[in-house]
């Protein structure tokens, strides 16, 4: 059973339009990331959540935001995409005892977004 | 400024070979050393991490070594298999942060 859920999977928006993306897990981690990843890249982290704390990284673009209204569901909002902006955004979990004691993220599959 | 550095950017090796992935940091603050694996379409899942107090990990076919005083880490596949093809990140984390290699694109030719 997917532990790690995002929706939509594949998502088309014009230049300027606002997009969101969601996520959801099942494994109740107080910790939630999202990374954006472009071809042939490394995951960037935009930013994370440890429970309700929200922490950007310090190069995260304005236009880059996030909501986490509970445990389980994060979003993140792109107010007006840009071509560069198209990418692979991926969202993830970890505890703290995963990030202690195994070092593990657990990954949705990503939601892969075309700007036109 | 990338935290991890990783080589080689692709890699081809034939089935029964020895794949080996190198990476490299600098933040002396980095907690754990994780390898991640990654499937077209998918997103990356653990294959297999290590502390920096332990030079060297195996898991099946996998194996992790760790050098700290280069800050030097390194993936061993051994028998290659074509289903090892996939995209392999390394990462490095301190507290919630985690940082990710470019990431090695291995084919393995049957």
């Known amino acids: 059973d997917a532990m790690v859920i995002q929706n939509p999977r594949y998502q088309v928006t014009q230049f300027g339009k606002p997009v969101t993306l969601s996520c959801s897990q099942t494994l109740n981690h107080n910790v939630m990331y999202w990374y954006q990843q472009k071809s042939s890249q490394a995951p960037k982290l935009l930013f994370h959540y440890y429970d309700k704390d929200f922490n950007n990284e310090a190069d995260t673009p304005d236009n880059f935001q996030s909501r986490r209204p509970n445990t389980s569901f994060c979003f993140l909002d792109i107010r007006s995409p840009g071509l560069g902006d198209a990418a692979m955004y991926l969202c993830?979990?970890?505890?703290?005892?995963?990030?202690?004691?195994?070092?593990?993220?657990?990954f949705g599959e990503g939601s892969r977004l075309t700007v036109l | 400024q990338q935290q991890v550095k990783q080589s080689p950017q692709s890699l081809i090796v034939q089935k029964g070979g020895i794949s080996i992935i190198n990476c490299a940091y600098e933040?002396?603050?980095?907690?754990?050393f994780p390898w991640y694996q990654q499937f077209p379409g998918k997103g990356p899942a653990l294959l297999i991490a290590?502390?920096?107090?332990?030079s060297e990990k195996k898991e099946g076919r996998f194996t992790i070594s760790f050098n700290k005083s280069a800050k030097q880490f390194s993936l061993h596949i051994m028998d290659s298999q074509p289903g090892d093809s996939a995209t392999y990140f390394c990462a490095a984390n301190t507290g919630n942060q985690f940082y990710f290699g470019t990431g090695t694109s291995l084919t393995v030719i049957p």
């Open positions: 933040n002396t603050a980095f907690d754990y």
């Open positions: 290590i502390r920096p107090d332990v």
């Open positions: 993830a979990t970890s505890s703290d005892w995963g990030v202690f004691n195994t070092g593990e993220l657990f």
